[in-house]
């Protein structure tokens, strides 16, 4: 009896805000014919809003993180993934990639692929892949265990934001991650600039090195969503999440979403971290869009007004 062909995967991981969505576009436009798995901490999925130009199979799991769900949740997802590409004679994809969440331990995702008998036997892990902010970078890996997991299992690491870190910080970064993951090859990104095919044709570690029940630690980590039924005023909305930003540069980790504002005909997505927000891109529109906007804070601990913060600073005249 013949094997059955084994379908590439690539893990896409990286800490909050270090760009592992741009990246994600990056290669989906490179490899169009790819199958997606997004795992987001938050309860409120956010990042599939944010591929929506990518017509790919795409699956998301929603409120926690792969090190907690992957036995329950990303098995039978991608065991039903492969049994649906099984069935058809024109396969609808090429290769998986499973983007995690920022708070992720890659590590058992890698255990389910490589010791999960049905599955190892039906996909080929191709690499992990991190991505690392050159701005923050090693203030993430001094303060988070989880960062530092990520980095250990990455066969290619990309520096990301060097357009936005001096060219100290980008040296010292990259003198820390060759003290960590010395192997690892890195390769520097400014604006999500890289070549995709580069990526995707990189050669796989050749052992994982897996251990045996390594315990996930827990994590302090906080999520609050906030959700506006109307079209909000683009210019109250960016001086509010700045001055959250701002004021909770420590806390305040991550904040996403997907908004309808009163000055654009399209949806724009919005994105911050480490104290600052990055400037809005519109999203292409859709028949299924029922105009309510979607932001998503994820705190180191607990922070408290965020979402009444938000409200607040909407309902005040914007000074010009």
Not at 214 to 226: K, M, N, R
Request: some cysteine.
């Amino acid at each position: 009896m013949n094997s059955p062909a084994q379908i590439p995967v690539i893990i896409l991981s990286g800490f909050l805000g270090s760009g592992k969505t741009t990246l994600l576009n990056r290669l989906l436009n490179h490899a169009p014919r790819s199958a997606v798995v997004i795992n987001e901490f938050g309860a409120v999925p956010v990042d599939q809003q944010l591929l929506r130009q990518h017509n790919v199979p795409l699956s998301t799991l929603s409120g926690g993180c792969l090190c907690c769900q992957v036995h329950g949740a990303l098995t039978p997802l991608l065991k039903n993934l492969r049994m649906a590409w099984q069935s058809q004679a024109q396969k609808p994809f090429d290769r998986v990639l499973i983007e995690t969440s920022g708070i992720a331990n890659p590590e058992p995702v890698l255990d389910t692929l490589l010791r999960e008998r049905w599955l190892s036997s039906r996909y080929r892990l191709d690499g992990v892949i991190v991505t690392v902010s050159a701005a923050s970078g090693a203030d993430v890996l001094n303060r988070f265990p989880e960062a530092l997991a990520q980095i250990a299992w990455a066969d290619t690491l990309i520096i990301t934001h060097t357009d936005l870190a001096e060219d100290q910080q980008i040296d010292n970064l990259i003198a820390l991650l060759n003290r960590l993951a010395p192997a690892a090859s890195k390769i520097q990104a400014a604006h999500g600039d890289i070549n995709p095919a580069t990526l995707l044709a990189f050669p796989r570690r050749n052992c994982y090195r897996l251990k045996t029940n390594t315990p996930i630690p827990e994590h302090g980590f906080g999520s609050t969503t906030l959700q506006l039924d109307h079209p909000v005023s683009w210019p109250r909305l960016k001086t509010a999440l700045e001055s959250l930003l701002d004021r909770h540069a420590t806390q305040l980790l991550r904040l996403k979403g997907v908004v309808y504002t009163t000055e654009h005909d399209a949806p724009v997505c919005v994105q911050g971290s480490a104290g600052r927000l990055y400037p809005p891109t519109l999203l292409p529109s859709r028949t299924s869009d029922d105009g309510r906007s979607r932001l998503v804070f994820i705190t180191d601990g607990e922070v408290k007004g965020l979402t009444e913060a938000v409200k607040s600073g909407l309902a005040t005249p914007h000074l010009i």
